[in-house]
C-alpha cells in the first residue's frame, strides 16, 4: 500500500493507531452509556455515574411498553418499513428502468425534470400546501406519497440498470418478450445487490421517518416512533391517552434511554447488512458511475 | 466520481441521442418522420406505462409546489386556495425585510453555516486522509464501520443521545459533580448552542463524508506518489502536492454545494434543539419559515421567505460555480 504516509516511523504509526482508537471511543461510548442507563435503576442513576448498570433491571422497558405509546409507535413505523419500502421500490424500479430504456423518445425530458429536483427542492411551506390540497393531512399515506421516490437513488438505481448488456434486452426482445418481462426476469435479477442497498437506505428513512410526521400528522396513534422518542425524551411527556389515571410522572431517565434503545436497535440490526454491500462497493460504485 | 459525475454522464447521454429518422434522411418530407415516431412511440408504450406513475410523481410533489410559491405574493389563506386569496404583489416581501426577526435568523443561520464550513467540512477530509494512511485493512473497515453509523441514525436519536451526555442530567454532569464540581448543562446554555450544533454534525457526519474523499484518495495514481518519494519528497510534501491535488476537484465540488446550501443549515436538528431558547439564538431560516407559516398561519410571509432564500441559495450556486471555472475547475454543469 502506498499512499502519502508511506514509510512511516513506529511511533506515527502509533500515533495514527491510538487517536483512530480514541475516536472509536468518542463514537462507541455514547451508545454503551445509554445502553447502561436504560437498564439501570432510576435511583442509581439520579445519584451517580453509572457506566454499567449497578442493579440491573428491565423497569424501563417494561414501562415504555406498557404506559407510553411507543407500541404503537412501533406499530406506525413497521407499517412505515414495510409498506413504505415497498411502494419505495415499486416506484423507483418502474421509473428507472423507464429511463434506462434510451430508445424512448422523450425519455430526456423526464430525465431532466428528475435531475432538476435535484437543485430545486420544493420548500416546506409549499409542500405541506400540496399535501393539504391532496387531502392527506393526518393520513397516514402523508408518509408515504411526497416521499415515494427518492431522486438519488432513482439515478443511481438507472445508471445501474444502464450497465447491464444492450444484448441481453435485445435478445429477449426479439424473443417476444414484453418490458414487464424483461424487467422481471432479466433486469431486476441481475441487480438484487444495487436493489438491496436501495430497499435498505429506503427502510432505514422510514425508520427515522420524523419530519413529515411532525409536519403532516396530528393524531397520537399515528406518530411514528421517531416522534414518540422525541416527545418523551426531548419533550419529557408521555402521550395522555395511556397515561395511568390520577398519577403523571414525567418519564425518568432510564425510561427515556429505553427509548432511544428501542429506536435505535432495528438499525443496527439491518447496518451490517448495508456494510456488507458498502465493502463489495455496490454503492460506491454506482455513485462513481 | 460522485454524483455530478452521473449528471455529467447523463447530460453526455444527451448529446448521443439518436437524431430522429427525419435528420438522417433529409429527402423524406417531414410528415414520413413524424409517422416514424409515433410509430416509435407506440413500440414503447408499455415503457410509457411503467415510467408514467413516476412522472406524476414528480409532477405532484415537485413541480406542483413550485407552482405553490405564488402564496408569496398573495395574502393566503389555505381557505379561500391559490385561486381565491387576494393578491398583494411584494407586500409580504416588504413585510419580511421590516421584521427585525428576519434579520436574527439570517445571522444565525450564516454563523452555524460558517462554524460547519470551518469545522465540519474539512473534519471529513482529514479523517479520510488518517484513514487512508492507517495500516492494517482490519482496523481500517471497523473504524470505517464505527465512523459510517451514526449516518444512518435519526436526528431525534442522535440528540437524545447528546442530551444524555452533555444535558444537565448527563454523562459529562456526573463526572463533573463526582470530581467534586457543579452541575454543567451544555445542551441548554444559549453560549454552547451554535458549538453544539456543529460538533454533532462532525460527530454524525464527518465519517460519512469521507467516503467522497476516500474514492478520489484510492483513485491517485500510485506512480505519482513513487515519482514524488524517487524526487525526494518526505510525507508531507507528497500529501501536499499528490493527494491533496488528487482530491481538488472533489472538495471544490462539494463545497460548491455547501455554499449553494449556506442558508440552510440542518432542519430536522435545530428544529429538535431549539426548544427552550430565545429566537435570536436558535431560529435559523428554516425553521423561522416554519414557525411563521405552519405554526402561525402567515402563509404568504413564509412563503416569500422560503422563496427569497430558494432564489438566493440558486444565485450563489451559481456564483460558486463561476468562481470554480475561474480557477480552472470542472465545477458542478
Redesign the interface.
Known amino acids: 500500500m502506498v499512499s502519502w504516509m508511506e514509510r512511516s516511523s513506529f511511533i506515527e504509526r502509533w500515533t495514527l493507531r491510538v487517536s483512530m482508537g480514541l475516536l472509536a471511543v468518542v463514537m462507541i461510548f455514547p451508545f454503551v452509556y445509554v445502553l447502561a442507563v436504560s437498564f439501570s435503576s432510576p435511583q442509581d442513576v439520579s445519584n451517580s455515574l453509572v457506566v454499567l448498570p449497578v442493579h440491573p433491571s428491565l423497569a424501563a422497558y417494561n414501562w415504555v411498553l406498557s404506559q407510553t405509546n411507543a407500541l404503537q409507535g412501533i406499530e406506525v413505523s413497521t407499517f412505515l418499513v414495510i409498506v413504505g419500502t415497498a411502494i419505495n421500490m415499486l416506484m423507483t424500479v418502474t421509473m428507472a428502468y423507464g429511463l434506462s430504456r434510451s430508445d424512448v423518445p422523450g425519455s430526456k425530458i423526464i430525465l431532466w425534470l428528475v435531475l432538476l429536483t435535484l437543485l430545486i427542492a420544493p420548500t416546506i411551506i409549499t409542500k405541506y400546501l400540496v399535501v393539504r390540497q391532496l387531502h392527506l393531512i393526518d393520513s397516514i399515506w402523508s408518509l408515504i406519497f411526497p416521499g415515494a421516490i427518492a431522486p438519488f437513488n432513482l439515478i443511481v438505481l438507472r445508471q445501474f440498470f444502464m450497465g447491464i448488456p444492450r444484448e441481453l434486452i435485445e435478445s429477449a426482445e426479439l424473443d417476444g418478450a414484453s418490458e414487464f418481462r424483461i424487467l422481471w426476469n432479466i433486469i431486476l435479477p441481475l441487480s438484487k445487490a444495487s436493489l438491496a442497498v436501495i430497499a435498505l437506505f429506503y427502510a432505514v428513512a422510514q425508520w427515522n421517518n420524523f419530519f413529515d410526521a411532525v409536519l403532516f400528522i396530528n393524531s397520537p396513534q399515528l406518530e411514528p416512533i421517531a416522534l414518540v422518542l422525541r416527545d418523551i425524551v426531548l419533550q419529557g411527556n408521555v402521550s395522555q391517552n395511556n397515561i395511568v389515571s390520577g398519577e403523571y410522572m414525567p418519564p425518568s431517565l432510564t425510561v427515556q434511554m429505553a427509548v432511544v434503545v428501542i429506536t435505535t436497535i432495528p438499525i443496527l440490526v439491518v447496518y451490517p447488512f448495508l456494510q456488507k454491500y458498502f465493502t463489495k462497493g455496490v454503492l460506491t460504485g454506482s455513485i462513481k458511475g | ?3 455530478v ?3 455529467s ?2 447530460t453526455h ?2 448529446h ?3 437524431a ?1 429518422p427525419g435528420r438522417i434522411q433529409p429527402e423524406q418530407p417531414g410528415k414520413a418522420g413524424k409517422r416514424r ?1 409515433s410509430q ?2 407506440w413500440r ?1 408504450r ?3 406505462l ?2 408514467l ?3 406524476v ?2 409532477l ?7 407552482l ?2 405564488i ?1 408569496a405574493f398573495q395574502d393566503y389563506s ?1 381557505y379561500l ?1 391559490f385561486l381565491g386569496s387576494p393578491w398583494i404583489g411584494l407586500a409580504n416581501f416588504r413585510t419580511v425585510f421590516s421584521d427585525p426577526d428576519t434579520w436574527i435568523v439570517i445571522r444565525n443561520t450564516l454563523e452555524i453555516s460558517l462554524l460547519q464550513i470551518v469545522f465540519a467540512f474539512p473534519a471529513g477530509i482529514i479523517l479520510a ?2 484513514l ?4 492494517g485493512q482490519k ?1 481500517k ?3 470505517q ?6 449516518h ?6 442522535i ?7 452533555f444535558g444537565g ?1 448527563g ?1 459529562l454532569s ?2 463533573v459533580i ?1 470530581l467534586g464540581g457543579k452541575p454543567v448543562d451544555l445542551m441548554s446554555n444559549p453560549a454552547f448552542f451554535q458549538p453544539m450544533v456543529t460538533l454533532q454534525v462532525m ?1 454524525k457526519e464527518s ?1 460519512w463524508s469521507t ?1 467522497m474523499f476516500l ?1 478520489a ?1 484510492t483513485g491517485i495514481d ?1 506512480s505519482l ?2 515519482a514524488a ?1 524517487v524526487d525526494g519528497a518526505g ?1 508531507m510534501r ?2 501536499w502536492h ?2 491533496l491535488p488528487g482530491m481538488r476537484s472533489i472538495i471544490i465540488l462539494l463545497l460548491i454545494l455547501r455554499l449553494g446550501n449556506v442558508l440552510s443549515v440542518g ?2 436538528q435545530i ?2 434543539l431549539r ?1 427552550g431558547f430565545t429566537t435570536d439564538v436558535a431560529e435559523v431560516i ?1 425553521t423561522f ?2 414557525s411563521r ?2 405554526l402561525s398561519g402567515q ?1 404568504g410571509f ?2 416569500a421567505v ?2 427569497l ?2 432564489v438566493i441559495g ?1 444565485i450563489l ?1 451559481f456564483i460558486a460555480n463561476r468562481a470554480a471555472k475561474k480557477f480552472g475547475e470542472e465545477g458542478l454543469y
Open positions: 466520481m460522485t454524483t459525475n452521473v449528471l454522464g447523463q447521454d444527451m448521443e441521442t439518436h430522429p415516431l416509435r412511440i414503447r408499455w415503457v410509457y411503467l415510467l406513475p413516476g412522472v410523481y414528480f405532484l410533489f415537485y413541480y406542483l409546489p413550485l405553490g410559491n402564496s389555505p386556495g486522509l488518517l487512508n494512511a492507517l495500516p482496523f473497515r471497523f473504524m464501520s464505527t465512523l459510517y453509523l451514526p444512518f441514525l435519526g436526528w431525534v436519536i440528540i437524545s443521545i447528546w442530551q444524555q451526555i442530567d454523562f456526573h463526572l463526582g460527530w465519517g467516503i474514492a484518495i500510485m506518489y513513487e518519494a510525507k507528497r500529501l499528490v493527494t432542519f430536522e428544529f429538535l426548544s428554516d419559515v416554519y407559516g405552519i402563509w413564509a412563503a422560503a422563496l432564500k430558494a440558486a450556486i
